[in-house]
């Protein structure tokens, strides 16, 4: 059942179309992603939804009772309530309940000299309000506000601070755990992971797995989005696209588009040259003119391919930087403390030239202020951060775009880095950050938050150094955008420490981590992949040691005992001795046993073998299917109407949900069979 629906909605600004006669339904249980450039109209369509922007024309509905839930990237909150007691009265409904039991117990309080009928009225709806209000708390506990708080980073000690007190960052927290406490039909969700850290991410992302109601979810975070989403919309320069499946099954499906057109534009291109051909060729034969007039004819009514037209995306190449001693950074026996809270008690690392350090941790376990400390743009309470021999830092921090000139044009902000650069240089630089003509004259102060990102970025990176900090580099960019700058550090050839929570981000570029937790930093060499494997193992063996512990623990009253001169201990009784032939007796039931349960055992291995084996044959023949289909798709030999190429691409779509339906079977049964296996060899 729909509960959202757009029908053939159209929205512009000025001359500049958002979209045009979209239709787009919402179902219970909609798992959709928007993505999309910056300034293409994702936070617009998520503000049509949300009901906070009109479109030109067309129709917005709900169902009946529907609540959408709004998260937006920028708000304004204002302090006077607790945070708890925010995220609790944020609910529809439970102000006006209060109310009523305000107004119910002032009415019974003011009864005097009733009758009977009137104190059994009031009492009566007196009571119904105390129901209802139970009713109200036990669906939306404390417990529950406290444990979603509690998943997004708060401490308990936050629960009570007033919302004034909180930054920015920890303001939209308390709006998302607002809206997951409300649990609405649909979650309209603009960027939620923005100001999380990666424990918190991690959180999040278990919980909307979790989330059985509908939402829409844009994010710059390509891997949160693949564990998401079910369905794409996506703004296309040919106007917004739907798809069915991840972010991942999206690029797939759009390349696999492309191609097609590709195809049937060469193949159309191929066929008008030979009608050409033919036309020329015999125009001036009066015996050919009644077949030239149809070639010509033919030729007028043949379609035009319009291919897809690429978005432009972020392209930048970092110029060569001069070395860098060994030893770029020391951060000795470093001290940072905010009044009496100790936030880094006493941290001592070195960075090595060539290092790319990904800086993780929770947040305001210090990952920012040891970062800023290292760009020289916070003081150490005590202790010191030396750099090494010819060492040029570079420093983006988020707060670098907040902080811009609004008066200033982009290309007087972007120059004003270094003046030693010319004109043609800066006007590259911004043309691969997609400022160009006019857009370079544009005032800051007009600029999106994620064009000012761009900006930022564009100053660091036209002069850069060969020693880069960056905290959290990806925030406010779009996807393309992200995945571009990722593939642009991914080529720079100085020392990189950066902080952020986007996970493909980290995987791709570290080749060291810092955790940063409990006043400490831990180093792991490798990449996430590898810290997460160490930190697994870790938190293995730590649990093997428990165990042991715990056994040693269990075994030492018995050593006691035992232990002579052990006045506490009680003398065992004698061990009876064995009986040989009753001993031969259990033996043989003992093997009779070991034998019966084997042969259960191999029972059960054989159909989940069979099953397997059928699994593996059904997605081998799909598979088989699949590739004969993209084939002759992809043949330019091969004449199809668009038609049969339509029905045969919406065929391999759905064989390819197929495959990926039966393939999650075969998992599970493998998993299934190897685990009889292993228990009929441990038998």
């Not at 994010?219 to 972010?247: K, P």
């Not at 003046?419 to 003509?437: D, H, I, M, P």
């Not at 959290?472 to 952020?500: I, K, Q, R």
């Not at 009784?573 to 019966?596: F, G, L, T, V, Y």
Request: glycine share 8%; aromatic share 6%.
């Amino acid at each position: 059942m729909s509960v959202l629906v757009l029908e053939n909605c159209s929205l512009s600004f000025g001359a500049r179309p958002i979209f045009e006669e979209l239709s787009l339904r919402i179902a219970e249980g909609d798992r959709i992603g928007l993505i999309g450039p910056n300034g293409s109209g994702k936070s617009t369509l998520l503000r049509v939804l949300a009901g906070d922007q009109q479109p030109d024309s067309g129709l917005v509905r709900s169902s009946r009772g529907a609540r959408i839930g709004w998260l937006p990237q920028d708000l304004a909150l204002e302090g006077g309530r607790t945070l708890l007691g925010f995220v609790k009265s944020s609910v529809p409904g439970r102000t006006e309940l209060e109310t009523r039991l305000a107004d119910a117990e002032a009415r019974y309080a003011e009864i005097e000299n009733a009758t009977e009928e009137a104190l059994l009225e009031a009492a009566a709806e007196l009571s119904e309000v105390h129901e209802r209000l139970a009713s109200f708390d036990t669906l939306y506990s404390e417990h529950e506000a406290t444990k979603i708080l509690s998943g997004l980073g708060f401490q308990q000690t936050d629960l009570i601070r007033d919302l004034g007190e909180l930054s920015g960052g920890w303001k939209m927290r308390a709006v998302l755990a607002a809206l997951l406490f409300q649990r609405p039909d649909v979650l309209l969700l603009d960027e939620p992971t923005n100001h999380l850290d990666m424990p918190s991410v991690a959180w999040f992302s278990d919980f909307l797995a979790r989330y059985p109601r509908a939402f829409v979810l844009i994010s710059h975070d390509r891997e949160f989005l693949n564990e998401q989403i079910r369905r794409v919309v996506t703004f296309e320069t040919e106007g917004v696209r739907q798809y069915a499946g991840n972010y991942e099954r999206y690029l797939v499906q759009r390349a696999e588009e492309e191609e097609i057109l590709e195809n049937k534009a060469k193949n159309l291109e191929r066929e008008r040259a030979k009608t050409q051909e033919f036309i020329d060729r015999f125009r001036a034969q009066a015996t050919k003119a009644k077949a030239v007039q149809s070639r010509i004819k033919a030729l007028d009514k043949m379609e035009n391919v319009e291919l897809y037209r690429k978005r432009r995306t972020m392209r930048f190449t970092f110029p060569a930087v001069e070395r860098a001693g060994q030893d770029v950074i020391k951060v000795v026996h470093v001290k940072k403390a905010y009044g009496e809270r100790v936030v880094l008690p006493d941290v001592t690392a070195t960075v090595y030239r060539g290092d790319r350090i990904g800086i993780i941790g929770p947040n305001g376990a210090g990952k920012t202020t040891l970062l800023k400390m290292m760009a020289g743009e916070m003081p150490p309470t005590s202790g010191g951060i030396e750099y090494g021999h010819n060492v040029k830092p570079g420093y983006y921090a988020q707060h670098h775009a907040e902080h811009l000139h609004p008066k200033n044009t982009v290309l007087t902000e972007v120059a004003s880095t270094n003046k030693e650069l010319g004109q043609t240089r800066v006007r590259a630089v911004l043309g691969a950050f997609l400022f160009s003509g006019d857009d370079v004259d544009k005032p800051i102060g007009v600029l999106s938050g994620g064009e000012r990102a761009r900006v930022a970025l564009a100053r660091l990176l036209v002069d850069p150094g060969n020693l880069l900090l960056l905290d959290e580099p990806t925030n406010h960019l779009d996807l393309d955008s992200c995945e571009s700058l990722v593939e642009s550090m991914a080529g720079y050839e100085g020392t990189m420490v950066f902080v952020s929570h986007n996970r493909a981000l980290i995987r791709r570029l570290a080749t060291k981590i810092w955790v940063v937790e409990g006043g400490k930093v831990t180093e792991y060499n490798g990449n996430l992949d590898d810290y997460m494997q160490q930190e697994r193992a870790r938190l293995s063996e730590a649990v093997r040691g428990d165990a042991v512990k715990s056994d040693g623990a269990r075994a030492v009253p018995t050593a006691a005992a035992k232990a002579p001169g052990n006045t506490g201990a009680t003398k065992a009784p004698a061990a009876p001795q064995p009986d040989p032939a009753r001993s031969r007796e259990d033996d043989k039931a003992r093997k009779r046993d070991e034998a019966k349960r084997r042969e259960e055992r191999q029972k059960k291995i054989g159909p989940l073998k069979k099953k397997v084996e059928e699994l593996e044959a059904r997605i081998a023949e799909l598979d088989a299917k699949q590739k004969e289909r993209n084939d002759k798709l992809c043949d330019p030999s091969v004449q199809m109407a668009d038609k049969e190429r339509f029905a045969m691409l919406d065929a391999m779509q759905s064989d390819q949900s197929k495959v990926d339906e039966l393939t999650e079977r075969w998992s599970s049964a493998q998993e299934e069979l190897e685990k009889a296996e292993r228990a009929l060899a441990a038998g």
